[in-house]
Structures are given as C-alpha cells and as structure tokens.
C-alpha cells in the first residue's frame, strides 16, 4: 500500500490532550529487527525511529508545535508555510525543506512539485508533508525489505537517495524522448515539430531547478560549523549525487537544445525555398503581367487591336517575355538552385 492510499494511523492518547500526530507510517530499528509504529508516544523500540507524518492533519501541528526535543527554530521550519528549499542546523539537530515530486491515488509519478519538511536528531527521524509524494513510498519499501538498524545519516542517505532515484528515472525516460524525436527527425518520417518538444523542455527545466535548489541545500548543511561531524561525509555524497544528477539533466538538455536547433534550421530552409520559388514564379510572371497590361488599356492604335489574330500575338508576345525573363536568371545563376 503505497503513500497516497494509506490510511492515517493516529497516536494514541499523550502529553496532546488526546490528540495525536497524523501518522503515514512509522518504523523503529534496533535489536536486528524493524517494527512499525503505531503510537508515536509510544516508548521507541529500538536505537532509531523514523515518523513519516501528515501536516494536513491538526495533531501532527500540535504535536510538533509541543514537541519539547526539538528547537523552536526546527519547530518553525517544519510548520512553515514557505515552501523554498533551505536548511538549518540547531543544537546538533538537522532540519531541511527539499523539493520532491507529488503523486496521486493512481498515478505514481506527477508533475507537481511538493514539499518535504525533514528534522533529524540521533535518535528521532521526523518526516512530514502536505501532499503525497514519490519518495516516502520509495524509502519505506527499501525499509520494509530488510533493513534491521539504521543510523542517522544512512537514514538521510536513504530519503535523498529515494529522491534521486526518482529523479534518475524521469532523467532517462525523458533522454529516451528525445532521442526518438532525434531519431524521428533524421530518418525524415514524421519529424518531430519545436511544439512537440515543449513539454520535454518544461520538464526538463522543472527538474533542473529542484536539483539546483536542493543541491544549494547540501552545500550550506556541508559549509555549517555546527553541522554534526557523523553527517559530513553522508552530506558531502549526497551533494554530489545531486551534482551528478543536475549534470545528466543538463545533458538532455543540451541534446534538446541541438535538436531544437536543428529543428529551427530545417524550418528556416524550408521557409527559405518556398519564398525563393515565390520569388522565380514573380519574376517570370513580371513581364507577362505587363504585356498583358498594356493590350489591356482603353486606348487607341493598340497593336494587333484590328487583325483576326491579335490575341494570339499578344499571347505570343507574352510567352516570349517570360521565356526572356527565364533565360536571363538562368544566365545570371538565379536557377541553379
């Protein structure tokens, strides 16, 4: 059952008047096992826990409002409205907002782009978001699928991990696009057109500037004194893979931009041609279109206005003029084309 259609798990009775959190789905590590959560006050079963949590619900607020292990500038970024993608570090505990992508009741992947609100002490792992979003069901089926204990920065590792690999999938389904389109193009049998390739590119420059953000994110976690030294490494990898990831998206970008190019080329030769011709067939119609003019005028001692066959000669003559008019660009060069 995946995140979007999982039912809430609410927290038993605790310190909240009754109220507890919205819980998604919880798990705790330790002893060489993993046992799920059902009750967030509830005593943790092992080393490490991880709360996944909706913030659409009114006790998960409360809760984390009245949350005593946690600052209040952690308390704050988690029950922000603000949705960009920043960081802070407060008393050894980690807190982010990064960028993920939503996902509906039968759709697993969207355009949309939601926010994932993250805290992390050496103890507690604190997830939240508003909408559904790919990534949760990602990290939990990697969890359920045999991960006995957990530490801190595997647990962060895990989460970014998810992300990017989601990312990672959308990146290669896009290249394949465009490489069809590419391929499309060069046989020459329904080519791709500059309107077929802008949903390609708004995507494109969708993932590109949640990579940036959040990579931007890592980067200032990796830079900040107080960050705790058992999540430098795994704060320096991740910002790497995200490095690595911008770079594969920047990519296909550039193979969109060439094919555009390309695109646009082949569109301004086509243009090209058709006012060339436009041109030819004016210029040999020019003179013609003056002999005709002239016989065509109401006035006297027109040639070939008395004899049986003057609108013959002036046909001829017309002929004549356009076959000169032929003759003559194709003595200047204007016909090799």
């Known amino acids: 059952m995946n995140e979007a259609t999982r039912p809430l798990a609410f927290g038993g009775s605790g310190p909240i008047g009754g109220l507890g959190p919205g819980l998604i789905w919880g798990l705790d590590f330790g002893e060489g096992q993993t046992r799920p959560v059902t009750d967030c006050e509830a005593p943790a079963a092992g080393q490490f826990r991880w709360l996944h949590l909706n913030l659409a619900d009114h006790g998960t607020q409360r809760w984390i409002g009245d949350h005593a292990g946690l600052p ?48 992390l002490t050496p103890s507690l792992m604190l997830t939240c978001r508003l909408h559904p979003l790919r990534s949760a069901d990602i990290a939990k089926g990697r969890l359920m699928r ?82 705790p030294d058992s999540l430098l490494p795994t704060v320096e990898k991740i910002a790497q893979r995200l490095q690595s990831l911008d770079g594969d998206i920047m990519g296909v970008q550039a193979q969109l931009r060439l094919l555009r190019e390309e695109l646009d080329i082949q569109e301004s030769q086509r243009t090209n041609q058709n006012l060339y011709m436009l041109s030819i067939v ?46 003559l660009l194709r003595w200047l060069g204007f016909m090799k084309r």
């Open 282 to 327: 004016t210029a040999l119609m020019l003179p013609a279109t003056l002999v005709t003019g002239i016989f065509g005028m109401n006035t006297g001692g027109l040639p070939f206005a008395d004899g049986p066959y003057g609108t013959v000669h002036a046909t001829m003559l017309a002929t004549g003029a356009a076959a000169s008019t032929y003759m």
């Open 146 to 227: 045999g991960a006995a204990s957990i530490t801190p920065p595997q647990a962060l590792e895990l989460l970014v991990g998810a992300i990017g690999d989601n990312i990672a999938d959308i990146s290669r389904s896009l290249s394949t696009d465009v490489q069809r389109a590419e391929d499309a193009f060069l046989d020459g049998h329904h080519p791709p057109t500059a309107r077929n390739l802008i949903g390609i590119r708004r995507r494109l420059a969708q993932i590109h500037r949640l990579l940036s953000g959040m990579r931007g994110v890592f980067q200032r976690l990796e830079q900040d004194e107080e960050l």
């Open 72 to 119: 209040s500038t952690v308390r704050d970024l988690l029950l922000a409205a603000e949705t960009h993608q920043r960081a802070l570090v407060d008393e050894g505990i980690v807190a982010c907002v990064i960028h993920d992508f939503e996902r509906d009741f039968d759709v697993a992947d969207t355009a949309r782009v939601g926010a994932l609100r993250v805290a």
